[in-house]
């Protein structure tokens, strides 16, 4: 196995996921913000599975998004 090789590609997977989901879900919070569904200072619960049936993965990743700090003076916080 080239390892440099599948590590550009796991990266590239990754990558991909990042932009895609990051679009989706801004676009889904500003639609529910706009129609009234979703509040400002509101928050959703996202989730990602990691699927890879060849290898018999199967990986959830689940975060709560908030809209708003909780203090508005912290500064963002990237944990």
């Known amino acids: 196995m080239d390892e440099e090789h599948f590590n ?3 990266r590239k997977f990754l ?13 889904a919070v500003r639609a529910a913000l706009d129609s009234g569904k979703l509040a400002q200072d509101g928050s ?4 990602v599975t990691l699927s890879v049936p ?16 909780a ?3 912290d ?3 990237y944990d």
């Open 8 to 10: 550009m590609q796991i």
């Open 54 to 69: 060849e290898l018999g993965i199967s990986h959830d990743i689940v975060s709560d998004l908030t809209l708003e700090p």
């Open 44 to 47: 959703v619960t996202a989730r």
């Open 75 to 77: 500064p963002p916080s």
């Open 71 to 73: 203090d508005p003076h």
């Open 15 to 27: 990558k991909q996921v990042g932009v895609t989901s990051q679009r989706e879900i801004e676009t």
